[in-house]
């Protein structure tokens, strides 16, 4: 498998070295706060692991980050500007999901929706560059056997590659991952998982992860993100993810044990969630 | 049975037939539905709308019906029934499943009073069946006119809109997240279709527009994966169902419908066995 490497270099504004800055951020839905006060700076190349239970508003701050939805309070930067909805220096992979067999999609064709699907026109003129950008990017993922079978017959795992292609095709200078090893194997969730670090390590990609299941990323994580009922820690994984720290952010007894290198959260479980868990970034889903 | 067969399929005459104007505008009205329905169709399926368009033309009846009450313009109505249920249906985007129930709601009380008000109607009874099943001989050069401005105008909105649509069709989720604005480009591509429908309903009938906007594309997706692949041979297979099914339809003199959905039907079938082929050779 080649590298996942960047077909050009971004120009990056000076004094913004930062990919994000939230300071003081705050989010209400009516009268429930999913978090407030929220600090964090996420540097070049770091790996953010985001944690939490469904409707603790993991995927709502991606939301707020991609500028689909505007902050009750406190600033966030993306790249040293606001959020900016369509912004081509985020890279977005979501979970995995079943495709309609029929539908004409092939896989060129989804990472090529990577890369200009949110243009206007027909985008007749470089055509030969997409489509040398395309098969770069499906190269890099080892997709080239199949790129042009249609998506919704790849299994699962091949189908999560292609969305690793597809949003890194645009050369992203930060990746969002939204749960992108559900439902996939073991071996899947390590390939997945092993081309976004080439691409962090390669290229300095910043990699905000939202997941409920820290160990198949636990090597690559250099700092978690734990929401809970609208309390949060920020720290390196030894800091949060301890019986202590995840008591207080729980309110109840909960202990972090270690077995054979994985990490057991017990007692998180017994938390009843109190949002609807809807988890999507498409508005058409959602009221 | 025999007697039956001869009058459905016969060519008698055919020659001296196609040499009439009003058979000639019947033609060219055809072609035109097939281009604009052929190059919505895939989007259509993709999106899981045959059912929003079965109800957008089934409002288009209704609002057809209301126009033949009041005494103005069919068209006009028609228009304003589709544009009026594009819009709804539009605005609950893609879930499927309050989707489909409002639709059923809609689509049954505007049936309901398309009914009434064809009941009401005490003009020409073929004006009344027109609707339904469409009376394709009866277009003239301002329904021409009509019908080739709509064409022009969604083949433009869609060269203008087509990226961002096929990627808000087929992959909602990413899409949103690159920033397309998904939920007004639902909207959007339900008044192209509201548009089409209406133009389509008074000429060929509310029954065959699900047949030339849906059964085309739902068939190239059998066969192709391809986007540009699925949209072409979705013209083609309109184009063929409506042509044809009008040249059948002339010396039996019977309405154009059940001629153009039987053609489209073939396609599909052809289409699922060749996709059933193809796919045990992939496997094999």
Known sequence: MANVAPTTQRARTPGSDRPVTLRGAALRFGDRTLWDGLDLDIARGEFVAVLGPNGSGKTTLLRVLLGLQPLHAGTALVEGRPPRRGSGVIGYVPQQKALAEDLTLRARDLVGLGLDGHRLGLGLRGRTQRRERVRVALESVGATQYADAPVGRLSGGEQQRLRVAQALVGDPALLFCDEPLLSLDLAHQRIVTRLIEQRRRAAGTAVLFVTHEINPVLPLVDRVLYLVDGRFRVGTPDEVMTSESLSALYRTDVDVLWVRGRLVVVGADAVPHTADDHHTMSEDDRR | ?284
């Open chain 2, 1 to 284: 049975m025999n007697e039956y067969l001869s009058r459905l399929f016969t060519l008698e005459n055919i020659g001296e037939l196609l040499a009439l104007p009003f058979v000639q505008n019947a033609l060219v009205a055809a072609a035109l539905l097939g281009v604009v329905a052929g190059v919505l169709a895939p989007l259509i399926v993709a999106r899981g709308m045959a059912f929003a368009v079965h109800g957008t033309a089934e409002l288009a009846f209704t609002g057809g019906a209301a126009a033949l009450l009041l005494g103005i313009s069919v068209s006009v109505g028609a228009v304003a029934g589709a544009v009026a249920a594009g819009l709804v249906f539009g605005f609950l985007g893609v879930r499927q499943r309050e989707r489909d129930s409002v639709i059923g709601v809609v689509l049954a009380f505007g049936l309901g009073l398309g009914v009434l008000f064809l009941a009401l109607y005490e003009g020409r009874a073929s004006n009344k069946f027109g609707l339904l099943t469409g009376s394709i001989v009866s277009v003239d050069s301002t329904n021409l006119v009509v019908l080739g401005s709509v064409t022009v105008g969604v083949l433009v909105v869609l060269a203008v809109f087509y990226r961002p649509l096929l990627f808000a069709s087929t992959d909602p989720e990413v899409a949103a997240a690159r920033g397309v604005p998904t939920r007004l480009l639902s909207l959007l591509f339900a008044v192209l279709i509201a548009f089409t429908t209406a133009i389509a309903v008074p000429i060929v009938g509310a029954i065959l527009v699900l047949a030339v906007s849906v059964i085309p594309g739902a068939a190239a997706a059998r066969v192709t994966s391809s986007p540009l692949l699925a949209t072409v041979l979705a013209v083609v297979f309109a184009e063929v169902s409506l042509l044809g099914g009008t040249i059948l339809s002339l010396a039996p003199g019977l309405p154009i419908s059940g001629y153009v959905a039987t053609i489209a039907f073939l396609c599909y079938l052809g289409c699922r066995l060749v996709g059933r082929f193809r796919g045990r050779w992939r496997i094999g």
